[in-house]
């Protein structure tokens, strides 16, 4: 399925942080520019993904523990048992990073372009968890809890919707708007 492009630009322009939940982005993107030069530079080096993405990646899937795997949080030294089953065991973050990074192809073409900008990170985030919402014609909340166009709805679990659910995890853009604001990042916006 392919996400259109325009709309993820228009979302990302118009967001701001909840103003109930800015503290809490404030301290998230405290936590990934504390993480950045021992875990997701060399993952970056590695595999030419931003440094951001992974960090999102991690605050999303392992709320920055770095005992888990990046693709889904389950412990590094067992085979996972969450979707995607059956990965590891792993000697350290790094190497469980790079297996999920590479299992689910992030890439600029996963975010449907052809290099790094806002919108192929939203995008490429947004599969990096799955397209569940898109086919509901929702706003994902894996990239915009905690913002202005977070929606009510969540998959609480694999495959399972419940459209009563809030998303209490920050999402992707949230911690992007945080690392621009507060640190300064350059986002390289299409």
Known sequence: MVID????????????ISPSQQA???????????????????VTAALAI??????????????????GYLGNGDPLHAVTIH???????????YEGAIDALKYDNVSPAMGEGD???????LIAMEKYN????????????????GTNNEQ????GSDGVFNPNLWDTQPGCAGLLLALKLNHGIDLNEA
């Open 5 to 16: 492009r325009a709309k993820v630009l228009s979302l990302w322009q118009k967001a701001q």
């Open 24 to 42: 809490m982005f404030n301290n998230q993107a405290n936590l990934a520019m504390a993480y950045k030069a021992n875990f997701y530079d060399p």
């Open 50 to 67: 931003p440094w951001y993405i992974i960090a999102c990646l991690d605050m999303r899937e392992e709320s920055f523990n770095h005992n």
């Open 83 to 93: 979707v995607p089953r059956g990965r590891g065991p792993f000697a350290n973050w």
């Open 115 to 121: 290099h790094w900008d806002i919108v192929t990170a």
């Open 130 to 145: 799955g397209i569940g919402y898109e086919y509901r014609n929702e706003n994902d909340p894996y990239i915009w809890a």
């Open 152 to 155: 009510r709805g969540k998959f």
